[in-house]
């Protein structure tokens, strides 16, 4: 079975995690400590970030790789178009929200961490014994560097991600509003690319991830409930109740949010 080395809060990761639902691909989940864990991932792969794919005797790291190793290996639901003009915005918009959209996010998410010391327990899995949660809390603001929570979250770097990121809704909301999907009428590698990479400004909704239901839908208040951005975030509900899997019960869930985890999470 196909195995995914993984940070259950990572966007890249769960970009991975929405190809491999999208393909109709099982797959195990084997998440890594932060620090420590990112030993083995670099003796597996030679770098030391997650997500990392492992495939029989295949070791892949970097979602885009990964994206192209398993569209190449399992061709059944292409991801990346085969007309020329229609696979060069694919690849433009995947980069896009990599770069541009991930970073923006995950610099709304520090200055989240940086407001509610409890939202660090909040990304631990359910089973989570309470001295661990503890501990996690006590975590100096380096240490979340390691896990790539790191740099650029500023005051001022906070403003401008999150007019960025408005910007970047609003652009996809445009281009939403009279086509299903980001480069036509078939779904691609842009549109899972997007819908992961937003996962901080709004977490999902679902028990998708293991996250405690007081965090589900919560995010950046001013971006979730622009009625301009609603399009898109119309969009990315019906991406992941059409090719997201929900591998979590609705008790599991219910047990994950009452763990010890945040009664409430402001994103702003
Ligand atoms: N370009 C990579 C980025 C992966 C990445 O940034 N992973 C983060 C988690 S979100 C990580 O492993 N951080 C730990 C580190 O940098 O040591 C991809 O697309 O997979």
Redesign the pocket.
């Known amino acids: 079975m196909l195995e995914l080395y993984q940070?259950e809060l990572?966007?890249?990761c769960e970009k991975v995690r929405l190809i491999l639902d999208y393909k109709g691909l099982s797959y195990r989940k084997i998440e890594i400590t932060p620090g420590i864990g990112?030993l083995d991932i670099f003796r597996m792969s030679g770098q030391?970030?997650?997500?990392v794919l492992k495939d029989g005797n295949e070791v892949i790291a970097?979602?885009?790789e990964i994206a192209l190793y398993l569209d190449r290996k399992y061709p059944d639901r292409p991801l990346i178009p085969t007309d020329t003009k229609e696979r060069a915005q694919c690849f433009i918009l995947e980069q896009w929200a990599?770069e541009s959209v991930g970073i923006n996010a995950r610099k709304l998410l520090i200055n989240a961490v940086g407001q509610d010391s409890t939202f660090l327990t909040s990304a631990l899995p359910s089973g989570t014994p309470g001295f661990l949660r503890s501990l996690v809390q006590s975590v100096p603001r380096e240490a979340i560097e390691?896990?790539?929570f790191g740099a650029g979250a500023s005051p001022d770097a906070v403003k401008t991600a999150r007019k960025e990121m408005h910007r970047s809704l609003e652009s996809l909301s445009n281009i939403l509003r009279d086509q299903p999907y980001l480069v036509g009428d078939q779904l691609t590698l842009a549109d899972l690319a997007v819908a992961a990479m937003t996962m901080y400004v709004k977490f999902p909704v679902g028990t998708y991830l293991e996250l405690p239901a007081a965090i589900k839908g919560k995010g950046s208040a001013e971006l979730i409930n622009d009625p301009m951005l609603q399009p898109f975030w119309d969009w990315r509900d019906r991406i992941y109740a059409d090719f997201r899997k929900a591998p979590l019960t609705a008790a599991s869930s219910a047990a994950s949010s009452s763990s010890g985890g945040p009664t409430s999470i402001n994103i702003d």
């Open positions: 940070f990572s966007h890249y990112q030391r970030q997650v997500p970097d979602s885009t990599d390691v896990v790539g």
